[in-house]
């Protein structure tokens, strides 16, 4: 059996890392968001709302960038998060991220692949279900033959999501617009769900940094990465959905339940709607990955601090991976899986479950943000983050309004996220006290 290390090696050159960047932020959600805020916003609203989500996204990302340029590791936001907070903290983060934020993510992304899957190939439920688990295993098993696997097959697949959205666009200037329909403000506008399906779409950012100990391009690398991945998503969704809102008109879109497939169908026929299924198909298992990606090094991380979770903390020497780490996300994600297909759970309960955890921790990022800054010297920091504390006390404003949006006018799942954010200092509490009696053990011996 090969030796297992404790630290990642920098193999990501900046055009590998901008690609894989791209792929933790990028995904076939905003085909599902897109009718959602159509729908809770006025029609002249619904381009500059993403034009405006994705600025105000690099004004969050900004704080990031200068945190891991100054503080690289694998942890990413769980190591600013413990600098910042504590390690207790910390560990409260990496619970969060493992049991409702990754794995679910994961889960959600392989029960869509087979949904739409089974648009092609019929299937019943039990085929569905391991349709989705197997799509879950396999992407384990990648990942944990090599790391340099598991990157490429996110490269190669985020390249393929991007030429896909890229022929969605081109269908939705193609298609001859429907005949005008009377424009109409949604009877009841709620503006903050409509920011919550803009602000999910853009997510993932703050995972980006979980690729800072793993990057050649030195210290400043990070923020070209970072700030180059954003500025490729906001042209393709600010292009996207102009292409769907001119090919089925705002009304239609409003209402449709896969815009995607609608607008290629209107200007191609049929086999659009199965180029945009295969997208959706390959999207997905690129978000998966992406997450899995992410998800097996913040574990990696947190298990460094954690004795009774040793076992989780190694990097496989050869295969350049956690493997341990990236077999225990897997594996969670795969029972979620099981679960997702039994539940029946849908796109929409799954964001109300995952919002409130997410946006609690942004809150505590921007925050971060600026007690790391006054707590070193300025030399510790190669990319400052401009107009500071400016952007993260604005940033931090705006996840504070999200959090409160998110808990008043989604569905109930949004507090069951919340009751399992707060199970974490429970399970931390007893983990510590095993610690504790562990330690006070051996020294008796």
């Known amino acids: 059996m090969e030796p297992a290390t404790p630290t990642p ?202 690729l800072s100990a793993e990057l050649r391009a030195g210290r400043r690398g990070m923020a070209l990465v970072t700030l180059g991945a954003i500025a490729l998503l906001i042209m393709l969704y600010v292009a996207l959905n102009a292409a769907m809102a001119h090919g089925l008109g705002m009304a239609a879109l409003a209402h449709s339940t896969a815009p995607g497939a609608d607008v290629a169908r209107a200007a191609f026929g049929t086999p659009g709607a199965w180029v945009v299924v295969g997208v959706v198909v390959v999207s997905a298992l690129a978000s998966m990955n992406s997450t899995l990606i992410v998800g097996a090094r913040i574990t990696s991380a947190a298990a460094r601090n954690i004795p009774v979770l040793q ?37 929409g309960a799954m964001v109300d479950y995952m919002t409130p955890v997410y946006w609690v921790f942004i809150v505590f990022g921007m925050g971060a943000a600026i007690r790391l800054r006054r707590g070193h010297d300025a030399a510790a920091f190669p990319f400052r983050t401009p107009l500071f504390p400016l952007f993260p006390l604005a940033f931090g404003g705006l996840a504070l309004a999200m959090l409160w949006s998110s808990l008043t006018e989604l569905g109930p799942a949004a507090l069951a996220g919340a009751a399992v954010m707060a199970l974490g200092v429970v399970l931390e509490r007893l983990v510590r006290r095993r610690s504790v009696v562990r330690a006070q053990a051996q020294d008796g011996r």
């Not at 020497?317 to 994600?333: E, W």
Request: with cysteine.
């Open 311 to 347: 076992p989780l903390a190694g990097w496989h020497a050869t295969r350049g991976t956690p493997v341990s780490a990236v077999i225990a996300v897997g594996g969670f994600s795969a029972v979620l899986t099981v679960f997702a297909g039994l539940a029946g759970n849908g796109f």
């Open 9 to 210: 090696r920098a193999h990501l050159g900046p055009a590998m890392a901008t690609l894989i960047a791209l792929g933790m932020i990028m995904s076939t959600d905003v085909l599902k968001t897109a009718p959602t805020v159509a729908l809770n916003v006025a029609p002249g609203q619904f381009g500059w709302l993403w034009v405006l989500g994705g600025l105000a996204t690099v004004v969050g990302a900004l704080s990031y960038v200068e945190m891991a340029c100054a503080f690289p590791d694998a942890g990413g936001e769980y190591s600013f998060l413990s600098r910042a907070w504590g390690p207790r903290f910390g560990a409260q983060y990496a619970w969060s991220r493992f049991a409702v934020m990754h794995t679910g993510w994961i889960a959600l992304m392989a029960y869509l692949l087979a949904d739409y899957a089974g648009a092609v190939v019929p299937m019943g439920p039990l085929a569905h279900t391991l349709c989705a688990l197997a799509v879950v295993i396999a992407l384990t098993g990648l990942n944990c033959v090599h790391v340099r696997l598991g990157f490429l097959t996110q490269a190669t697949l985020v390249a393929l999501v991007a030429a896909g959205f890229a022929a969605v666009i081109a269908a939705g200037f193609v298609a001859h617009p429907p005949a005008i329909v009377a424009a109409t403000a949604p009877v009841q506008p709620r503006l903050g769900v409509a920011l919550i399906y803009v602000f999910l779409a853009y997510g993932g950012w703050s995972d980006i940094a979980t």
